[in-house]
């Protein structure tokens, strides 16, 4: 799992850690490349504020919330989608690990932009996740980024995430497929219904079997 906060405790042997930093690390590997991107404190204060505020406002929120971090989570995004993008420009698979859901909006967009530049077929998306990630600004009980990433990939999240590079939408949402769904905000409902995404959710993968679901969600995403 991910570490969160600073940790005060060293070794004599341990190098001096950073985990308050931002930072992104590339490590190269034999036939893949993993990239690390870790949450800042500050960014982590910001969302604490923004669930204490949404425990006062609750789910109706009719003014959109301010989303102080998209802007700066669309710098990190957009380093990641550069690095994402030129791992398989070397032929490599590109791993990344990170601290929140939105860092999915960098993975996304570098795959994106790899296949928009060779003029290959569009890319599909199988999302695995209890939560659809499909909140924007105006739905969001707490304005945190890392519940829209699916939104941004899909042209519907904050622009200057959904728009990293290019126009969204950065995926079709016709060739999405939400696996394992069972916990979408109200107002957030309308967004997985309209969007165009498929979504499966856990009654789905209850009476059909995963193997079934994924098969169909495959499908979906080769089309």
Not at 94 to 100: A, I, K, R, S
Request: hydrophobic share 40%; aromatic share 2%.
């Amino acid at each position: 799992m991910p570490r969160s906060g600073c940790s005060k405790a060293r070794t004599r042997r341990s190098a001096p850690h950073s985990a308050c930093s931002s930072r992104l690390r590339l490590v190269q590997e034999r036939r893949s490349r993993v990239v690390t991107a870790k949450s800042s404190l500050a960014t982590q204060r910001r969302q604490q504020a923004l669930r204490r505020h949404a425990a006062h406002v609750g789910a109706k929120q009719a003014n959109p919330l301010p989303v102080p971090e998209a802007e700066h989570a669309a710098g990190k995004r957009r380093r990641i989608a550069n690095r994402v993008e030129t791992a398989i420009g070397q032929g490599k698979f590109p791993l990344v690990l990170g601290g929140d859901h939105s860092i999915a909006v960098g993975t996304v967009s570098g795959i994106a932009q790899h296949y928009k530049a060779h003029d290959a077929k569009n890319i599909g998306l199988i999302w695995i996740d209890a939560h659809a990630d499909m909140n924007t600004p105006e739905s969001s009980p707490s304005g945190n980024v890392h519940g829209m990433p699916l939104a941004c990939c899909v042209g519907m999240g904050p622009r200057e995430l959904a728009e990293l590079f290019d126009p969204p939408p950065m995926v079709d949402p016709a060739r999405v497929a939400i696996v394992g769904l069972r916990d979408v905000d109200i107002l957030e409902k309308p967004h997985v219904r309209e969007s165009g995404v498929k979504a499966f959710t856990m009654r789905d993968i209850d009476e059909r079997g995963l193997r079934a679901v994924m098969e169909d969600a495959l499908r979906i995403v080769r089309t």
